[in-house]
């Protein structure tokens, strides 16, 4: 028992000092793990087919239902020189395409450190992801800094409405981590959760990381972030909804973390 809590000990200092770390390689993809305030209102989004899927039409429409436009090429860049880095080209205002890069890579942004640029687009029609900018949070998702918060479906306890699409995204002190608890949930159900879903991820956007995606009644278990930010995204299709769901998440520190296992193994 007591190897145990050595062990359990050893992995979480472990764990502690790698995190101490800003930038790191999950499954294949560079990401930082620190995220400043100033460049919060910047985030990247696909259409609900998956990648580069808009046309520039769209795109301006996907900012705009979170009450966003799209983002400039000075807030991109903004974001960009405090740690903003997305392997994924997006229109961005002005017709223009490209994506923020901050550390070279071979398989992204050519070796080259900035904005990829791939200048105003002559056809509109082509697609892409996107990138908006909202400094406020909006009705449902939004961007969360503080230590505790309960977070909510669209409408809650009402029943969510059809074709919402809500994405949290969670940033707590640096060196901290984010537990996630559910405290309620029904999401409609089907077997691979293609009408209507939750889905958690272990990063700032819903590029990398992905962590599940949910639906039916059950309460998820809860989930610890392995850095200091997280994404949660919330899709309803155009039919049948659902009573929705309430957690709640808390940041916290690695001495709290510690605790917990060393409870766990007592
Ligand atoms: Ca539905």
Redesign the pocket.
Known sequence: MREMLLLTAVFVLTFVLTETEAWGYKNGILHNSIWLEQAAGVYHRESRKGKYQLTYKEAIAVCRFEGGALATYDQLEAARRIGFHVCAAGWFDKGRVGYPIVKAGSNCGFGKVGIIDYGYRLNKSERWDVYCYNPEAKECGGVHTDPVKVLVSPGYPEEYQ?EQICYWHIRVLFGQRIRLHFLDFDI?EDTACI??YLEIYDSYDDVSGFVGRYCGDELPDDFISTGNVMTLKFL???????GGFQLQYIAVNASQLYDHHADAYS
């Open positions: 059809d409609e009408s209507d309803s299709d155009s039919s049948v909804t659902a």
